[in-house]
């Protein structure tokens, strides 16, 4: 079996479900679905609407990813949960945003509507695989 090697993150709280935030194996980096909190001050608080939220999410990505050596610039694969397909603009829109610079190539991404997320207030959760 091929080693693999947890990514976390220094100065954030350790996760209630049993998971590790990234996940580094085989020239990648396995990102863990990101939520649209943030910790702010020592405590997680929940983004307002789709454009805040899906900023948090990429930007709670882009730490485990530099935490693991990478970058957004690598990842190679998204997907994205939504609670409502009615937030897919919004939060396409704040995508291309962080994926879109410089002309580079879009990551692969599948786009799914869920039921719900862990927490009531989150309606999009995103993970991702990038280079190591």
């Given at each position: 079996?091929?080693?693999?090697e ?19 194996a ?14 702010v001050d ?21 730490a ?17 949960f939504?609670?409502?397909m009615?937030?897919?603009?919004g939060?396409?829109?704040v ?7 410089d ?7 599948s786009?799914v ?7 009531p ?11 190591a």
């Open positions: 079996m091929a080693e693999k947890a990514v976390r993150l220094e100065g954030v709280p350790a996760a209630v479900n049993p998971l590790t935030p990234g996940i580094r085989g020239g990648f980096i396995f990102v863990s679905g990101q939520t649209g909190g943030r910790i020592g405590q997680r608080k929940v983004g307002e609407g789709i454009a805040e939220q899906t900023a948090n999410c990429i930007e709670n990505m882009k485990v990813l530099e935490a693991g050596g990478s970058s957004l610039a690598k990842v190679v694969k998204c997907t994205v939504l609670t409502s009615k937030d897919f603009a939060m396409n829109g995508y291309k945003e962080y994926f879109g610079a002309g580079a190539a879009f990551p692969a991404r786009t509507e869920v039921s719900a997320l862990a927490n207030a989150l309606i999009v959760e995103i993970e991702a695989v990038a280079l």
